[in-house]
């Protein structure tokens, strides 16, 4: 029955109560000396804990069951257990293990005849290179996934690389294909009335519109993800809505109102031990109050780099240089 209910239970729900559910399934499976069952229900759990932000006990979870698939021989599984550690991984910015779980999930689903998880796993290698700062294998694997999911006809799958494929472009200087290809992913989401992924894409259109001049149109992106995910409690995403709507405030010239989003994004993120997206909330926060308290602003930056030290990949390389430089400048300015 709780194997059932996972899969029962509305896309766009909150999974708060998810966890106990759960616990007593795999009880139930652990009591009848049933493998497989305990397997699936560890699955369901680690994917509840990551949309709960609870990354330690996700990645238990999922180890767990990669183990019991490796001991009955379920491959395919066993596949799906590796996606999901990739996943875990790349949301924590370990790139290098996510791409390895990446690249031997696509294996074997490939060896074994799932196009369609291969072509997944395909989409959250591009993520993970896309994140890293990996531009030219992000857009190798995005590439390849794109055309995977639209053979497959898997349109959830499309709208994901859509997403990723509009935040290369936007990243490449083409903000007229990055807008395009955010707003077509949206409209999938909204087609298939899938609001956990409507409000995540929200996020690159707002982005691509931020970069197309359209700040105004932007926030209305950014207050509906933010919404939509407070709804569905995902205060991570919601963090990184506020952010947006942020650096949409400060474009306008509005840079009391950007101080305020950035703020409540810096408080979650924190609280959420997420040091990367915290550092980048504090790099906004600075720039928006750099006119009226650049003492204020020096602080920020300086704890951004401090909590960006510890990241070697491509992006946060640029980015604690970016801040170093803005840092220095304002240094200068005295």
Known sequence: MCAVLWWAKFPSAPGA?????????????SRSGDRVAEALLST????????LNRPAESLERHRAALAIWREVDDRVNEAH?????????????QFEAAAHHFEQAIATFQEQGASHWAATSLSNLATAHHRAGRLREAASAGEQALTAH???????????????????????????????LAQAAVDIAVDLRNLRLEGYWL?????????????????????????????????????????GAGEAYR??????????????????????????????????LAMAVLGDDPEAARRHWSEALRLLADYDDPRAVAVRGDIERRLEEANRAG
Not at 154 to 180: C, F, H, M, P, T
């Open 17 to 29: 109560d998810w966890p106990s559910v759960a616990h007593l399934g795999l009880e139930a499976a």
């Open 150 to 180: 639209r053979a497959l006809d898997s349109r959830r799958g499309e709208g994901n690389i859509l997403r990723l494929v509009s935040d290369l472009r936007r990243e490449q200087g083409d903000v007229e294909e990055a807008l395009a």
């Open 203 to 243: 996020l690159a259109l707002g982005d691509a519109q931020q970069a197309h001049g359209q700040s105004a149109e932007a926030l209305t992106a950014y207050h509906r993800s933010a919404t939509l995910h407070q709804r569905l409690g995902d205060p991570s995403r919601q963090a990184m809505a506020w952010h």
């Open 44 to 51: 369901d759990l680690g994917m509840a804990y990551t949309q």
């Open 251 to 284: 474009r306008l010239g509005r840079h009391a109102e950007a101080a305020d989003f950035h703020r409540q994004a810096t408080v979650t993120h924190r609280a959420l031990g997420d040091p990367w997206h915290e550092a980048v909330a504090l790099d906004g």
């Open 81 to 93: 257990s590796l996606n999901l550690i990739g996943l875990n991984h790349t949301r924590h910015r």
